[in-house]
């Protein structure tokens, strides 16, 4: 009864026979919501912890591709430079190669006309020596 | 020939480098968009920065005024002229400073130079026009205005006319008012360089059609190099004109003034934008599009004499090969090489400030002479001594490294005299004169002194080459000049005297050369190669000369080419490709030469019998003449089957006077003058008087009639007979005069000319010319 006018002014009485204001289920309830807000709220930054953790990593990794990704461009555009040089310097070289020609070519000339000459010197050494 | 080129790791200049210049054989100025100034020290490396230009000033190009201007006004600093893209060019002297700045063009100056006299300069700028301008930077004149820019200018070797480009055209303008301007299409791009070589003045040309050009000064194309992969952007000649440098893109080449490429260089420069020789003509720097400064010096420098080469392998020293016993020698030096001549025996070398010669027998010991100015441009070699030409003199050496003359002429240029306006004997220097380019400077080779009365001799036309013969006595010597229509020309050169008048002997004469050993003479004529065996053979009889020469189809050569050498019976040419060709003629000319100068007549007969050629009798018949060996003259005759020389000479062996018989032989070598003044020297007056009328020179014959009172009636009774045989009336007053005075009656001439032989046949040979000079 007692209980029941208690309960009326809105004052109960708990197991350990304590005063409160709240009704025991309530206060019950209250107590695990608040147990379960705090785990939420320990889940919550767990998850924003990994949700961190997780976006450094896609950070590092972005920047590293980015990086991979200028090494291969620049690998790609010193390979096409190359084959450029390449030409440069083949072409360098044809050149030198024609001036070689022409010089040879110039020697070769000069051979020929030195060894007419000796031809022509023997054959008259020949007709002298003959004549005589 | 080629480059021994020098390139630092590192750029001295932050940007291009625009323009270069040499301020001394050691020392080299640079100047680019970085604005600096830079100097290069060649022997000691260190290169400083002299001065530094204002941030708007993008130099275009460099010159320094020409030394040998300087010599004529003393006390003138060392400047150079530099144009700027801003439309300004600078004076500025050595040590940087700018003495004078003057704004000479709407836009960039792309183009200014000194002329050769330094007297004036020209700049050639973006808005088209062509400026001259004093040494002091005052606008002359306005030379020319062309409707695009103007990339290149030159002067000409007189410097009174102006060489500019104008698109893908070559102009040459005169600086005389009103004058016609030479143009012709020069290339099919933009032209970008032009060079005047004042020594040889020649002309070459370069442009965007990645091609250079050769052109002589009348524009005539002589070279047309083959495609570049680009542009050319620099040329320049070095200063004897024997070889020019050529820049492009990482290239550098150093060719033959005949077009060919002596060596092609591919340094890592970017595009050589300007090219610059050294005074002495050994080192070359280029101003490179990527910052630096290229320095190149000429090596292997190849010479051929006989059984010896000689190559230069490097600044100062020469490796010498005789190739008969495969003998090597190395000669070091202790200065840079600048010239050297191999002939003769003796191998001359200059070097910065001595010469060295070397005799072929000995290459250990040389004679050692200290030079009056290391820039020697020529060296010329005789059997006797040599030639040696400096900025501002000429010297004649001997071979123990003596000074023996040195000639001096008025007007007289040295930077512009080369192998062909230069010829040395063992006797006689003969140069041609460059402001009246008809004239001939004739010196005795020992003592300088001028011959033909010490004035020059004068030509006609202008000439071209002159070439002295090598062998025989100064008496004998006879010189071949080329003039400007391709004639070749014999002169025999008097000791004494006044010279006579040059004989034809050719035409189409392209390039000619004489033999060491004997005075042959080869030359390269239109399309055909020709060589004289005895070139003298016009001053003796004419006829022979087509019987003294050898000719051959000249196609094996092409076309350009030039004969190099001529040593014993080898002929050497260079044909336009530079290749050298060797051909050789009969070495029995030459031994005629050889017993005919000792006067060993006999042996020069057998040998012609042994030969049996006509053209070693005809040879022989000609010297023989010349030299008045009758005997011998009437045994080549014979063999050449020319009966009415025979006949001749058979008729003068008859004449029992011997001056008669010397005047005859004159008379059959067509000398009438030289005939009648030996006539008269030794009292033959008669002869004398009868050679005139043969020769049907009656006025001469009345003259010497009259003046010896001596056969005038025998002389008015020739012209009166003369005179009916053609039925013309006496025209002459001379002779209506005496005729009256004298009755002719031609018993009594005959009579009288029956005794004067008479008279002859009775005398001793030799009492003629004594009565003469004791009456």
């Known amino acids: 009864m007692a209980d029941q006018t208690l309960a009326k002014a809105g004052l109960y009485f708990d197991e350990l026979n304590k005063i409160r204001v709240l009704e025991p289920e309530v206060a019950q309830q209250t107590l695990e919501l608040k147990d379960e807000c705090k785990q939420f709220v320990d889940k919550i930054r767990e998850f924003h912890e990994r949700a961190d953790h997780f976006i450094q990593v896609a950070d590092t990794l972005s920047t590293a591709v980015e990086a991979e990704k200028m090494k291969a461009i620049g690998c790609r555009n010193l390979i096409k430079s190359m084959s450029k040089q390449r030409e440069a310097q083949e072409q360098q070289l044809l050149a030198l190669i024609g001036e070689k020609k022409l010089e040879l070519e110039r020697l070769r000339v000069q051979y020929e006309s030195l060894h007419r000459t000796d031809a022509d010197q023997l054959e008259f050494i020949e007709q002298f020596i003959l004549q005589k | ?775």
């Open chain 2, 1 to 775: 020939m080629r480059f021994k080129t020098t390139l630092l790791d590192r750029p001295k200049h932050s940007e291009l480098v625009s323009c270069v210049g040499w301020m001394s054989p050691d020392e080299v100025f640079s100047c680019g968009d970085d604005h600096k100034l830079l100097c290069w020290n060649l022997l000691s490396n260190e290169t400083v920065v002299v001065s530094e230009f204002p941030a708007n000033t993008f130099p275009l190009e460099l010159h320094w005024l020409p030394k040998t201007s300087l010599h004529k006004t003393k006390g003138t600093a060392d400047v150079f002229l530099l144009t700027a893209a801003d439309g300004k060019f600078y004076i500025v002297g050595s040590n940087g400073r700018v003495e004078k700045v003057v704004d000479g063009h709407r836009g960039a100056v792309l183009a200014g130079r000194w002329s050769h006299d330094g007297a004036g300069l020209v700049t050639a700028g973006e808005d088209g026009l062509v400026k001259i301008w004093s040494r002091s930077g005052m606008l002359r004149s306005t030379l020319a205005q062309a409707s695009t820019p103007v990339y290149g200018a030159a002067w000409s070797p007189d410097s009174d006319a102006v060489l500019y480009t104008a698109g893908t055209s070559i102009i040459i303008k005169p600086l005389t008012p009103n004058s016609k301007p030479i143009q012709w299409k020069g290339h099919d791009g933009v032209i970008l360089k032009v060079a005047w070589n004042p020594n040889t003045g020649l002309i070459l040309s370069g442009g965007e059609d990645t091609r250079y050009r050769v052109w002589d000064s009348y524009g005539r194309q002589l070279y047309s190099s083959t495609l570049h992969h680009h542009p050319i952007t620099s040329l320049a000649w070095s200063p004897d004109g024997q070889v020019f440098a050529v820049g492009s893109f990482n290239t550098l080449r150093l060719c033959d003034k005949a077009g060919w490429c002596h060596s092609l260089e591919k340094p890592s420069t970017g595009s050589i934008f300007n090219l610059a020789w050294s005074g002495d003509g050994t080192q070359v720097a280029g101003a490179c599009g990527n910052g630096h400064v290229i320095l190149a010096h000429v090596i292997e420098n190849h010479l051929e004499w006989k059984n010896y080469e000689a190559t230069v392998t490097s600044r100062t020293s020469i490796a010498l090969r005789d190739v008969t016993n495969e003998a090597w020698e190395k000669l070091e030096l202790r200065d840079r090489i600048i010239k050297l001549s191999l002939s003769h025996g003796y191998m001359v070398i200059v070097t910065s400030s001595q010469g060295y010669i070397y005799s072929t027998r000995n290459w250990n010991t040389p004679f050692i002479f200290e030079l009056k100015e290391s820039n020697v441009s020529l060296i010329v070699q005789a059997e006797r001594h040599f030639l040696l030409v400096d900025g501002g003199s000429v010297f004649v050496y001997s071979y123990d490294g003596r000074v023996l003359c040195s000639p001096r002429w008025p007007g007289m240029r040295t930077d512009v005299l080369n192998g062909h306006t230069v010829s040395l004997s063992n006797d006689t220097l003969a140069i041609r004169d460059k402001t009246d380019e008809k004239l001939v400077h004739l010196f005795d080779a020992s003592t300088g002194k001028g011959l033909n009365d010490g004035k020059p001799w004068s030509h006609k036309l202008e000439i071209v080459q002159v070439a002295l013969d090598q062998v025989g006595t100064p008496n004998d010597r006879r010189m071949a000049i080329v003039d400007r229509n391709r004639d070749l020309l014999l002169l025999a050169l008097q000791r004494v005297g006044a010279m006579g008048r040059a004989v034809k002997l050719g035409g189409m004469v392209q390039s000619l050369c004489w033999n060491d050993g004997a005075n042959m003479l080869a030359a390269l004529q239109d399309a055909k190669f020709t060589v004289w065996f005895y070139p003298a053979v016009v001053f003796v009889d004419r006829d022979l000369l087509p019987l003294t020469t050898t000719e051959k189809d000249a196609a094996e050569f092409g076309k350009n080419a030039a004969v190099d050498r001529f040593l014993d019976t080898q002929i050497t040419v260079r044909r336009s490709d530079g290749s050298l060709v060797t051909t050789s003629v009969s070495p029995y000319p030459a031994l005629l030469h050889n017993y005919v100068t000792t006067k060993h007549f006999d042996d020069a007969v057998r040998l012609a019998r042994f030969v049996k050629e006509d053209t070693v009798w005809a040879c022989l018949a000609a010297m023989a003449t010349a030299h008045r060996e009758l005997g011998t003259a009437e045994v080549s005759y014979s063999a050449i089957d020319a009966a009415d020389k025979v006949h001749n000479i058979h008729h003068i062996q008859e004449i029992p006077v011997k001056e008669a018989r010397m005047a005859e032989m004159a008379l059959m070598a067509g000398h009438v003058g030289d005939a009648e003044v030996l006539l008269v020297q030794s009292g033959l007056i008669f002869r004398a008087v009868m050679l005139n009328l043969t020769t049907y020179n009656f006025e001469r014959a009345l003259q010497l009639a009259v003046k010896h009172r001596t056969h005038v009636d025998t002389v008015v009774a020739f012209r009166q007979r003369y005179l009916a045989r053609f039925n013309k009336a006496e025209t002459s007053k001379l002779f209506t005069q005496y005729q009256k005075q004298v009755e002719v009656d031609w018993d009594k001439i005959n009579e009288k000319i029956e005794m004067e032989y008479q008279k002859e046949r009775e005398k001793p040979t030799t009492s003629a010319s004594q009565n003469f000079t004791d009456s």
